[in-house]
């Protein structure tokens, strides 16, 4: 019985690739001869496959020129498949060329970027573009070597199949085709849709079928319009096209898309001898855009305009506005603080709530009551933490904020409360203090004039004095950075003022930059001494190219120069004279966390252990909630914790921190953090807030929990690999000890606050991570810690699986 199945599947899948290889000789090819070449400013700028109705080269986009197939279709072309998706796009100077080694994009800063490689030791003797809409490097005996369709985009089309583990990205919008926020992965044989940046947040499945081998199953679109899923045993159709070709003169094209707005939709175009085109829509995953999670952004909510509509819309909710008026889907960022009244525990005065009816509300909530609707109202206000509530079936649901995934369809369940600022009632209640002068007086009159006379004397008198004291004050700051420059004694806990140096000055500082201490992906550190030799400094040198390093440069240099706090190492100097931009810190004498952890015969006892977490935790506060701005460091890991002759733990390393101006809660970005401590937020979709640096801190306090790396494979089981992992295990099963020296004296009741805390701050979901100011307080014990959602993190499992499968492969 096995074996017969074994012979069937083998079957299968060399039908499919004998009717693969037979394309090129079946189908009528134009071959492309080595050193053929396109570009965007001269014809040839694009290949035509024999029909006429696929090109490949280069098309328009914004104001440059991207690279890809599209189907040649009026007004507009119809993009199948891009190269370098989220890359700019290229200039009118760009151009492709067809060589031994593969497509090599050449563009005008000399770059060169091969497009199709050959992946074999064959080098390719000529290319193509397939009526199929598939453009082939092939060998000298015209064997397919490189195929676009085995690295789709966005679509497939007719004969082209997803194989277990394909994923289709949605585009960023419809005149942008770099990667968008949804993704259609193809997991045996079933296909899935969920938000790029949570892939737990599915969507839509399409239908379970029964196969005996779904793992090497398929899913493809057959030239025909049939959309199926299939292994040796089964095949189920997922969709079909209702069009039967009527004439010989008629030509029809299908390809499946996930669009934009996260829908899969199967679209024929069809193509007459006369020139006549349309394109249908056959068939769709979902009806209403409301109906895609994520199809708006954080703190907003999707509805349809009218009822009868399927296109949805976004709407912030009250107190909110968009991140982006032209791009509403974006989300929205709250237009208040929520600070003023926590901080006076007079959330009343100072905060009302709105209602609003909704049909569904995503994410976790915090905290669950069975109240009636106007406590649960209540209720919301009066907690610090509630962002909004919902009201269903006689239960209280409260949520913080980012809220996501809301909608609001035709059946309206549940009610809504959202918290929004009352600003013009603390408006009128200060202006009803102000002393009201009647005109009917003129006595009254008289004595408002010699009073306001009497003022402006007054205030002119004291804007004197403060002339006098500022000029005065200027001049002492004046002589005292004149005394830096030549005091050679100048102590630690003495303030020092940003100084300028010169090249010169730091390369006689650091003997020519002779002795480095360290180096990461943005330059080296130098160990150097000022002061006529009496004070070690650490001098940072940038090494990045010209753009990349003025920009890291400004970037450290923004968010330090407004920072002052013990626990983050201070910078001393700058030097801007050469394309190389110098830094100059405080020198750290005990190095980095790294390091310290890592020394098996000198490590931290548990005491210092503890403070050193302390340590990082205040400095992160402070970043967050105690500077003049808010500022999101996005680089915490242990290599940029250095620590000082006392062991005390100082952050370092700006060159990725984030600025965060008023009122604005989060920022979007294309640059990448250290593997292994970004949040997945930022990973999957960009997103950085200041919960990106809670989730890394809690990695830290796990790797320093058990003075080891967040991933070891030199480890005796693949459970203790991922470090997440093995801890949530030991706290499962209530055996935290493992986690720890077997000879090490560790406070057992610390060693659990300490794993509790790790282990809430890298939860996925960015809502259930604390704030960096209750991390501490339950660190230091003075408020409980919320119990550890269950069930595990997504990216345990899944991670675990991964390294289990590849521990055990491991000779």
Known sequence: MASSACVSLILFFTIFEIINAAQLKNQQSKP????????????????????????????????GFSVGTWLVTSP?????????????????????????????????????????????????????????????????????????????????VGGQSLVNGSKLFSSASETNSSTGRFCLEQRDGILVL??????????????????????????NLTPGGILQAGSADATQILARSSYSVKSSNETVIYRATLDFDGILRLYSHHFTSDSNYRADIEWYVLQNQCLVKGFCGFNSFCSNPTNS??????????????????????????????????????????YKITSLEISQLGGMAYAKLSV???????????????????????????????????????????TLFIKWSSGQANLSTNLSALPIVSKKHGDNKKKLVSVLAACLGSITFLCFLIAISSLLAYKQRVNQYQKLRINSSLGPSQEFIIQSFSTGELERATNGFEEELGRGCFGAVYKGSICEGNKIVAVKRLENPVEEGERKFQAEMAAVRRTHHKNLVRLLGFCMQTSKKLLVYEFMSKGSLENLLSNVESGPIWRDRVRIALDVARGITYLHEECEVQIIHCNINPRNILLDDSLTAKISNFSLAKI????????????????????????????????????????????????????EVNVSTADVVLLSTWVYNCFIAKELSKLVGEDEEVDLRTLETMVRVGLLCIQDEPNLRPSMKNVILMLEGTMEIPVVPFPILSNFSSNSQTLSSAFTNTD
């Open 372 to 414: 009636n609707e106007k406590d649960c109202s209540k209720s919301c206000l009066n907690d610090c933490y509630c962002g909004a509530a919902i009201y269903a079936n006689a239960s209280c649901s409260k949520h913080k904020l980012p809220l996501i995934f809301a909608m609001k369809y035709q059946n309206v369940p549940a």
């Open 194 to 219: 969920y938000p790029v940046r949570d892939s737990r947040q599915i969507y839509w499945v399409s239908k379970l079928y029964w196969a005996s081998d779904r793992v090497h199953g398929m899913v």
């Open 660 to 711: 965060l101006m008023p009122n604005q809660t989060g920022i979007v970005t294309g640059v990448k953090g250290t593997r292994g401590y970004m949040s997945p937020e930022w990973q999957n979709s960009g997103l950085i807030t200041v919960k990106s640096d809670v989730y890394s801190f809690g990695v830290v306090v796990l790797e320093i929990v058990c003075c080891r790396s967040n991933f």
């Open 76 to 156: 507009n072309i119809t993009v199948i498949w891009t190269a370098f998706r989220d890359e700019p796009p290229v200039s009118s100077n760009a151009k492709l060329i067809l060589t031994m080694d593969g497509l090599v994009l050449q563009t005008e800063e000399s770059k060169h970027k091969l497009i199709a490689n050959t992946t074999s030791d064959e080098p390719a003797s000529f290319a193509s573009i397939l009526d199929s809409g598939n453009f082939v490097l092939c060998n000298d005996r015209f064997d397919f070597i490189w195929e676009s369709f085995n690295f789709p985009t966005h679509t497939i």
């Open 309 to 350: 509509s399927t296109k949805g819309e976004c709407f912030c909710f009250r107190g909110f506005n968009f991140i982006n008026p032209e791009m509403k889907f974006l989300g929205c960022y709250r237009n208040f603080t929520d600070e003023e009244g926590c901080k006076r525990k007079m959330p009343a005065e100072f």
């Open 32 to 63: 492309i001869s080595l050193g053929s070449s396109l570009s965007p400013s001269s014809e040839p700028s694009s290949w035509t496959s024999p029909s006429g109705l696929f090109q490949f080269g280069f098309y328009k986009e914004g104001t």
